[in-house]
């Protein structure tokens, strides 16, 4: 068995609730609230500058040219692909750049990031790439999911659809898991238990990120 799909099945129970959260559900459905969107927007908005840093730290400790490389590639896609999304709906909600800059993060918006790169800079390449897979895995499947359910032709989620269940959307999450498999060929069974933990508790904080988004605190 691949570690990564180790890793799914150890938080699968948490993956499950995702399809089935309100505001997943009601996004793929087009009935959510375009309040409870833009809150969600400006949240991940302002996740995704600390994501960044994420792999930006992946370049400072890389051994290989490919990796860093790799990881720069994959920084910019979070800054210029994934952010794209993000101002396309920015237009479409009016949300400026001042008020992204008068927002500041939820507390678990700002304890998910802390966590990640926490892990990140205590550990190496292995703990950031599987600090970073449950967020992009996950979305890649939620996308996925809706765009069979619901297809991508709603006059306003339809975009959001779209861009996460894309086939560039996918190569970067492709890219991730290989990162994770060349990375843990020979981990020991501590790494790999300290591993499963991590993925697991990110899988607990996108959850918490959407029920956040929900609530809007």
């Known amino acids: 068995m691949k570690f990564t799909q180790e890793l799914y099945i150890n938080a699968k129970d948490i993956w499950d609730t995702y399809y089935t959260h309100p505001f997943v559900d009601e996004l793929g459905k087009g009935t959510l609230s375009k309040e409870k969107f833009k809150f969600y927007i400006i949240q991940d908005y302002l996740y995704l500058l600390e994501y960044a840093k994420l792999f930006a730290l992946g370049v400072i400790k890389s051994k290989s040219e490919y990796d860093m490389k ?37 507390l678990d918006n700002t304890s998910y990031t802390s966590y990640m790169l926490a892990v990140s800079h205590s550990g190496d390449i292995k703990e950031i790439a599987v600090a970073a897979l449950s967020c992009m895995w996950s979305y890649k499947m939620i996308g996925d999911k809706l765009n069979e359910t619901y297809g991508c032709n709603h006059e306003f989620y339809g975009e959001w659809i779209k861009t996460y269940s894309s086939d560039r959307y996918s190569s970067l999450n492709d890219w991730n898991l290989e990162l994770v498999e060349k990375h843990t060929k020979y981990i020991s069974e501590d790494d790999r238990a300290h591993l499963i933990n ?4 990110c899988s607990i904080y996108e959850y918490k990120f959407w029920d956040m988004s929900y609530k809007g605190a």
């Open 70 to 106: 790799q990881f720069a590639n994959l920084t910019d896609g979070i800054l210029n692909s994934e952010m794209g999304i993000h101002k396309v709906y920015m237009e479409k909600l009016n949300i400026t750049n001042e008020d992204i800059d008068n927002h500041r993060p939820t």
């Open 198 to 201: 991590i993925f697991r508790n």
